[in-house]
């Protein structure tokens, strides 16, 4: 058989970080390559006491079918944490839950898109929505990414130059795979620029609660007068991503649609994973919970930086991050990226060569990825040394 493939997916290949997940899948590969929590993260005992809970005293609401839009009171009560600690969501708003955030990008990109509109995106940023933007068969304009998020000089060119851009995709903090951080100054002028062009923004913001240095920046949604700002946050990433549970905040009108779009792909997000959430939000202290996470997160980012002191400085550098999973590290031009990472999965360490991350992969990149988050703490460091040995076999 000779299979035909639809026009939207005949370009798609598989991403490059899975590639190389089969690599990270050999034991005696050190994998700094993935973009997962720390295993010691998850509140284990919480989910199991929450679950057996459930399913003792309320068994059939969490598995009968649900609404579209998500649990009642989680919508609830996630309406009103982002509202009092982040001043998100306004009266033209509303919540809706989605499987995971990756479904966010994808319900608005279905929503919003026809094929050769315009998304604006970081160069680098995060695969997976850079893919599912390409399965619908947007053109990507990539905008430089600079160590306090995207160049604004290099946005108002994109949008000046781009004839039918729908959305800007920035991730504002701890961006994935850079790291960075956007200023406030850059918030308010990505806000201002997106006003003036008359394209909205997809904040997405897997990150923000894992600060564990410095002082929380305000979300560009909480500046949004205009209806023109998309939130995604996600559980994934200060609860579990295997239950995938995500939230949109946005314009009434745009998250109708989105959920239209919903019932077609899973009719909902499961229901055992959002009264999860919901009780972790309002009967324990998940303000406690996301306190120790940030501590984990600290004594672990502490632990890569020193071996990357010791290991890679001053051949490969790194920018220094205040939360978050991934650092970015940088080789000296005229060392071959490519190369240097397959000499590393030789060494038996697999990091994610920085070009899987651009608009256009074919482009020079001197950067790769690392995950300080999910290794042990022993081979976290001896990743780093190992990485450190390949560069001295390369970098004169
Ligand atoms: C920037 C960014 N957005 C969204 C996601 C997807 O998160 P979720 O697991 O909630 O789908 C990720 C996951 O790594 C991410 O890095």
Known sequence: ??????????ELKPSA?????KYAAD??????SAGNPAPEAFPVREIAEISAGILAQRPIDALQYGTTEGYTPLRGHLAAYLKETSGIGSDGDDLIITSGAQQIMDLFTKSVVDE???????APSFLGALNTYRSYRAKLRGVPMESDGISLEGLEQALKEEKRVKFIYTIPNFQNPTGATMSLAKRHGMYELAKKYGVMILEDNPYGDLRFQGEDLPAIKSFDTEGIVLYSGTFSKVVAPGIRVGYAVGPKPILQKMIVCKQGEDVHTNIWGQM??????????FGAHLARLREVYRKKSKVAVDAMNRWLLPKITYLPIEG????WCT??????????????????????PGNAFLTDESKPCQSFRINYTTPTDENLVRGIQLLGEVASDMIP
């Open 331 to 352: 080789l000296p031009n005229g060392i071959d990226m490519l190369e240097f990472v397959k000499r590393a999965i030789d060494h038996k360490v697999c990091v994610v």
């Open 324 to 327: 978050g999973l991934f650092f």
């Open 17 to 21: 970080i899975r590639e190389i997940f």
């Open 27 to 32: 034991p005696q590969v050190i994998s700094l």
């Open 276 to 285: 999860l959430c919901d009780e972790l939000m309002t009967k324990y202290d």
């Open 1 to 10: 058989m000779e299979y035909q493939f639809s026009r939207r997916v005949l």
């Open 116 to 122: 050769e509109d315009t998304i604006v995106c970081e």
